[in-house]
């Protein structure tokens, strides 16, 4: 992992698209987009199964290995109304009885939005950005707060390297400027979008589950 300070708060960069802050020994995950598989799938899309699974699994593996006692997602949890299918929210059920303990926030996202919030019976809190946490302004949106730095999602941020378009290779990337920083997004069956960095800006890209800094 990689550790930098924004908004007065130390932030564990991992090369599994996810960050820790280490002092609340919470998880911040960006753009989940739990059964967008299965929403593709009912559009009459072949896509893989088994996407909302291994997203839930290597949530568990980063729950246990850091001892996290809170995960806030920044908001995309579901990725639609589609999402609520029973073999969906089945997986999703058996996963949180794994981890009862666990406190689960969500800041909404557009998706969230045109999903609807989770089950009551999941336990998971939503609430709208920004979302404040000690010097931190969590939100879905990347967007400028007047008095926090702000950690947010949406745009699924990579790094374009090499020469020609169809030569160019796309990496994941944590994406920081002055006042914002994007998260990767966490789910297994996303898109990404390649992010311009300014004079100022840090770019983390995840190669090999190792994380590097670009050069400015």
Known sequence: MVTIEVGGRQIALLPQKA???PDTHTLLVADAHIGKAVS?????VPVPRGTTSDTLQRLSQLVERHAVRRIVFLGDLLHSARSHAAATLATVARWRERHAAL????VRGNHDDRAGDPPASLRIEGVDEPYL???LALCHHPQVHDTAYVLAGHVHPCVSLGGRAHDRLRLPCFHFGTRCGVLPAFGSFTGMHALERVPGDRAFVIVDDELRELPP
Do not use: V, Y
């Not at 593709?40 to 009459?44: D, E, K, P």
């Not at 406190?103 to 969500?106: K, P, Q, S």
């Open 19 to 21: 960050a820790l802050l």
């Open 40 to 44: 593709f799938r009912a559009l009459g």
């Open 103 to 106: 406190e689960l926030l969500l």
């Open 133 to 135: 946490d000690g010097g």
